[in-house]
């Protein structure tokens, strides 16, 4: 079935002049590698192409080349429309709320709707980065250098840098191959793992400095005020997720982030062996076993109550009794 949805695609590809293609909303480096990757791959193959997101791309991944060309705004019509590391239409923002047509939707969340005419999903992989390199050639698209460095960069990040539960010596034996291509490994684990601005920075401190737990979960929260005060444009928490995972003994961590909007943008990490996804998806959200997330209306302090106390019964059989602060 996968070979029949591959072999569809590469039709689809042929024979369109006009491809948009679009990732979600508070963008990371999975969603602008395979929106970079395909992008330039395409555009590479004479193809007119338009690469889109509602939202700005990261400061950490301005250095990849094509991602000046990632517009916020919807410019012409298309005879392709190509959706990348999207879960569902909600989170490519804007374009998902209206009544748009979907041609193509390459993910590997295991929450995925399967929106679309053509949709090639795949859990098993570790970025939607990684099924795109892995078929470029299938589709009748070259793997140059700067499509190389944005596939191997949404490879990196949601690896972790290689260190997630879900990866394979298959990722490593790709890995190098998107080196052999010109991707330079060591820049763009640099990039996407460790460089951060100074606001970024600034904006994690706000979070630490509240960070809490009980037993075996771990929280913390980021208000708009944190957001303001430090000056931090994005509209996501800037990977601190990633830190909160790092508590040695933790199980769950979760960040609460408020929206300009109104919303609380919800993000879940968890060990192996826990499924967290099931819990995002009764918020709405969806996403991976160990990192799922949702963004859901509601005042803070009760969105917090509710989704610690799912969070906690689901995962762990108990209740769980909040600090009062």
């Known amino acids: 079935m996968a070979s029949d949805i591959i072999n569809q695609i590469a039709l689809k590809i042929r024979q369109a002049n006009n491809i948009l293609v679009v990732t979600h909303i508070r963008p990371d480096g999975d969603a602008i590698g395979s929106l970079i990757g395909l992008g330039l791959a395409l555009i590479n193959q004479g193809k007119n192409v338009l690469m889109y997101i509602d ?73 939607t980065s990684e099924i795109i390199a892995t078929h470029l050639k299938d589709w009748g698209l070259t793997l140059q250098k700067e499509v190389a460095e944005a596939l191997l960069t949404g490879i990196i990040t949601d690896t972790i840098g290689f ?16 080196m052999e291509h010109g991707a330079n490994l060591v820049d763009l684990y640099a990039h996407g793992l460790y460089y951060r601005s100074f606001e970024a920075m600034r904006f994690w401190g706000a979070g630490l400095s509240r960070l809490s737990r009980k037993g075996p979960i771990v929280w913390t929260v980021l208000t708009m005020n944190d957001r303001k005060a430090v000056g931090y444009s994005g509209k996501d928490d800037a990977d601190l997720i990633n830190v909160l995972s790092s508590i040695n003994d933790a199980k769950v961590s979760l960040i609460f982030v408020e929206q300009p909007n109104g919303n609380i943008k919800i993000s879940w990490r968890a060990i192996s062996g826990l499924d967290v996804s099931t819990i995002a998806m009764q918020y709405g959200g969806g996403g991976h076993p160990a990192a799922s997330g949702a963004e859901i209306e509601g005042e803070l302090k009760s969105v917090i109550e509710n989704v610690l106390e799912t969070t906690y019964q689901q995962l762990f059989g108990a209740e769980i009794t909040l600090p009062t602060s």
Not at 75 to 102: M, P, Y
Not at 166 to 174: A, T, Y
Request: with cysteine; proline share 4%.
């Open 55 to 127: 939202d700005p791309v990261p400061y950490n991944f301005h250095h990849l080349e094509g991602s000046s060309l990632i517009a916020n705004k919807l410019n012409g019509t298309f005879d392709l429309a190509i959706a990348v590391d999207c879960s569902d239409v909600t989170r490519i923002g804007s374009l998902g709320k209206q009544e748009f047509h979907w041609d193509i939707n390459i993910d590997h969340h295991i929450t995925n709707e399967g929106y679309a005419d053509l949709n090639l999903i795949d859990p098993e992989a570790v970025a």
């Open 163 to 178: 260190r997630t539960s879900n990866m394979k010596p298959s990722v490593l034996r790709l890995a190098a191959d998107l």
